[in-house]
């Protein structure tokens, strides 16, 4: 079955520092990919998606890039800041599925 | 901006009780969804519906149930509530129609005391 192997963490980075969470798959098909944040206290949101190969999806200076080859989705931001503190969750989504699969999310702090 | 909607927000109740969250979204989204979340946890699919009238348990055995009569209401009842059930629960919807994106409530927090 699919699966989503996200860096462990927590991770903790003082601002303007550069972030990088791996985020590597398993699917049985050609999915889309997803990175969803979730801010203290508040539910999931969409940061960033790609829905083929060599897509790059970016948003807020996030970016990643769905790489086929690696099956990853690496999620990087040149430069932190203090809001950038949350759990971060990869996901993929198969065409047909009828949910989606969740890594088990990366705890950030980022200190001033 | 996605719209969908959850309540009560937060929730605090007694054992045994029985509980609805609310769940509805104004997207005519097909499909959709209740997950659970422990604090730090991943998340748990624990319902889903294709449509009205269709509902399927995920991949978190859940003592919930839901219904779906009408396209954007998407409920989950506990029948007696208990400690066990304290947890996180979000809801999503999508449109159903290939690789979708999933929009996510707030989510509602529940406390059984």
């Known amino acids: 079955g699919d699966s989503v192997t996200q860096m462990e963490g927590p991770v903790t980075l003082s601002e303007e520092a550069f972030l990088t969470i791996n985020c590597t798959y398993t699917?049985?098909?050609?999915?889309?990919l997803f990175w969803y944040v979730q801010y203290p206290g508040e539910g999931l949101q969409l940061l960033l998606k790609?829905?083929?190969?060599?897509d790059k999806g970016s948003n807020k200076g996030f970016e990643a890039t769905y790489r086929k080859e690696t099956t990853s989705f690496h999620l990087e931001k040149g430069s932190v800041q203090v809001s950038d503190s949350a759990v971060y969750f990869c996901?993929?989504?198969?065409?047909?599925?009828?949910?989606?699969?969740f890594g088990d999310g990366t705890t950030l702090t980022v200190k001033p | 901006e996605a719209d969908i909607y959850q309540t009560p927000r937060y929730l605090v109740i007694g054992t045994g009780k029985k509980i609805t969250l609310e769940c509805s979204q104004t997207?005519?989204?097909?499909?959709m969804y209740w997950y659970q979340q422990d604090p730090g946890m991943e998340l748990h699919l624990i319902h889903y519906?294709?449509?009205?009238?269709?509902?399927e348990k995920g991949d978190l055995s859940s003592e919930s149930t839901v219904s779906r009569i009408r396209t954007e209401h998407f409920p989950l009842t506990l029948e007696s509530a208990r400690p066990s059930h304290t947890s996180q629960y979000l809801c999503?919807?999508?449109?159903?129609?290939?690789?979708?994106?999933?929009?996510f409530g707030p989510g509602t927090r529940l406390l059984v005391l």
């Open positions: 519906s294709y449509g009205v009238n269709s509902t």
């Open positions: 996901a993929l989504r198969e065409a047909n599925a009828g949910k989606s699969t």
């Open positions: 699917a049985t098909g050609y999915p889309s």
């Open positions: 997207m005519g989204h097909d499909k």
């Open positions: 999503a919807s999508g449109r159903g129609q290939g690789k979708e994106t999933q929009y």
């Open positions: 790609a829905t083929k190969a060599d």
